[in-house]
């Protein structure tokens, strides 16, 4: 086992969580300084992130196939650290926004590039083996990284978590320069004829963008949670600094979740318990908002946790099997089919989320009576989804 290229591949997927959850404590001094005192739109700066991410895909999926993965990696790498200058010396809401957007782009390419060196080195049992190290990194990512932007900003201020994250993007692309090889070796030709047949036989399975829209709404889902996390905990539940130890709680609940659906999966099947989870999902979520409408006084920290728990759980057994599902009809399109699912899912998940979350009110019910419409959205969506023999 290559323990070296096992901790590059995790390094390089976990970016995407790190540049995001690594900012919620710093949201409030961030909005302070540029003028976004008490506004929602501080919100922003996280879905900004992930909306480069989206968008970011559709360039370096391609790109990765036909030109590398390495060039992907380290064009993508050079894009993040570009956009944390940017937002580093912003003085602006304005430019703090177009540095994070620019993060966001370039952290697409080592996400998107990584997942295919796996691909390309590895096959069966080994690749399998190889994913579960970096996804019990990539579990662990969402569940550390508050912490540790709430200790690089109380010691050394808040403009010194992009300086960390332009420490760690010089060290993946010096790593990645002089350390790992290329693995995709047997590239084909660029042809414009053959990139818009993929495409077209992507957006033209409705099986493949009926689950790929299913995927952005559920997904819409954790993007309004996150982008109003630190607000809910801080302003709802006066955490203070304790806001990583219970943000870090309900993401281990989504890596939980991972586990399980890979022993439940080959006994329910993706699609049985892809329903199972948002149905008991949307049935949480309705109690509690009915609940918070007609008793608001019943807000409480250890109820929101409860209730977290359960949804983000639920949540976590659709992230894999939807997208399995979105992938099954694509055959020999599957590089480009990945980018354009991850792209239109994300997008999709940002167009829903931002304007969600701009709804919270200081009360956790705008985020809860979300959970049930989007959960809602999600079952009417896969009952009209076709889908192929198997």
């Known amino acids: 086992m290559n323990k070296p290229f096992i901790v590059l591949v995790a390094l390089l997927t976990g970016l995407l969580a790190f ?6 404590p710093a949201l409030p001094e961030i909005g302070t300084a540029l003028g976004m005192d008490g506004d929602n739109r501080v919100q922003l700066i996280i879905t900004s992130f992930m909306l480069g ?7 370096f999926g391609p790109f990765s196939d036909y030109l590398g993965r390495k060039p992907a990696i380290l064009l993508g790498l050079g894009a993040f650290a570009a956009g944390c200058v ?20 370039g952290a697409a390419g080592p ?23 970096v996804m019990a990194v990539f579990i662990l990512v969402p569940a550390l990284a508050p912490l540790m932007g709430q200790v690089v900003m109380l010691t050394w201020g808040w403009r010194s978590i992009f300086v960390s994250f332009l420490l760690f993007a010089v060290v ?3 790593w990645m320069s002089f350390g790992q090889p290329e693995t995709h ?10 990139l818009r047949q993929a495409v077209m036989a992507v957006f033209t399975s409705r099986q493949t963008m009926g689950f790929a829209v299913v995927a952005g709404v559920n997904f819409s889902a954790f993007v309004v949670y996150l982008s109003s996390s630190e607000q809910i905990f801080r302003e709802v539940f006066h955490v203070g600094q304790l806001f990583p130890l219970y943000f870090g709680l309900l993401a281990l609940a989504i890596g939980a979740a991972s586990l399980t659906n890979a022993k439940l999966v080959l006994r329910v099947g993706m699609h049985a318990l892809m329903i199972r989870a948002i149905s008991a999902l949307v049935g949480f979520s309705l109690i509690y908002a009915t609940t918070l409408a007609i008793f608001p006084a019943a807000e409480s920290l250890w109820l929101f946790l409860g209730w977290g728990v359960l949804s983000f759980f639920n949540i976590g057994l659709v992230f894999g099997n939807v997208n399995a599902l979105a992938m099954e009809p694509m055959g020999e399109n599957a590089g ?9 899912s994300t997008v999709l998940a940002v167009a829903i989320g931002v ?36």
Do not use: H, W
Request: charged share 15%; aromatic share 8%.
């Open 53 to 59: 991410t989206g968008v970011g895909q559709l360039f």
């Open 19 to 24: 540049g995001t959850d690594a900012m919620l």
């Open 86 to 105: 940017v937002s580093l010396t912003a003085q602006s809401f304005e430019v703090m926004l177009a540095g994070r957007l620019l993060q966001g782009l």
């Open 111 to 133: 996400r998107t590039a990584s997942m295919a060196m796996i691909r390309d080195r590895y096959k069966g049992r080994e690749m399998a083996q190889i994913m579960s190290f």
């Open 172 to 174: 993946t692309f010096l």
């Open 355 to 390: 304007p969600l979350g701009l709804l919270y009110n200081g009360t956790t019910l705008p985020l809860v009576a979300g959970f049930v419409a989007l959960g809602i959205v999600c079952l009417v969506i896969i009952k009209a989804t076709p889908r192929a023999p198997a």
């Open 185 to 194: 070796t047997e590239r084909r030709r660029f042809s414009m004829v053959d």
């Open 336 to 344: 480009i089919a990945a980018a354009i699912i991850g792209a239109v």
